[in-house]
């Protein structure tokens, strides 16, 4: 069974920085993409960043492009995200989802597993 466990979400201010981290376990299969999510109270889960293991390829919101970095450690089964110069409007929980496959995607639907969230507040 896939389990995700996201770690490294807190409190910054304006133009601070975060790294999450989500460790991955019990994937069978080599070829998959795992990808970055966030919800906000009373608004609709968003993609944020994806990367697939296979061809290593990302893909960006428009919204974080130029202040996120999404990346892997293959040997520690650990994806990435690195949040610079965040901004009031990045707060939200943030998940960790893999799925199957080799194409990289933001549509939450298309992701099977995901983990439990991490809180990231970001403060003017």
């Known amino acids: 069974q896939v389990q995700l466990v996201e770690s490294g979400g807190g409190s910054v201010q304006a133009g601070g920085s975060l790294r999450l981290s989500c460790a991955a376990s019990g994937y069978t299969s080599s070829r998959n993409c795992l990808g970055w999510f966030r919800q906000a109270p009373g608004k609709e889960r968003e993609g944020v960043a994806s990367i697939c293991t296979g061809s290593s390829r990302t893909y960006y919101a428009d919204s974080v492009k130029g202040r996120f970095t999404i990346s892997q450690d293959n040997a520690k089964n650990t994806v990435y995200l690195q949040m610079n110069n965040l901004k009031p409007e990045d707060t939200a929980t943030y998940y960790c989802?893999?799925?199957?496959?080799?194409?990289?995607?933001?549509?939450?639907?298309?992701?099977?597993?995901w983990g439990q969230g991490t809180q990231v507040t970001v403060s003017s």
């Open positions: 989802a893999a799925r199957n496959g080799v194409v990289v995607t933001l549509d939450p639907s298309l992701y099977a597993y």
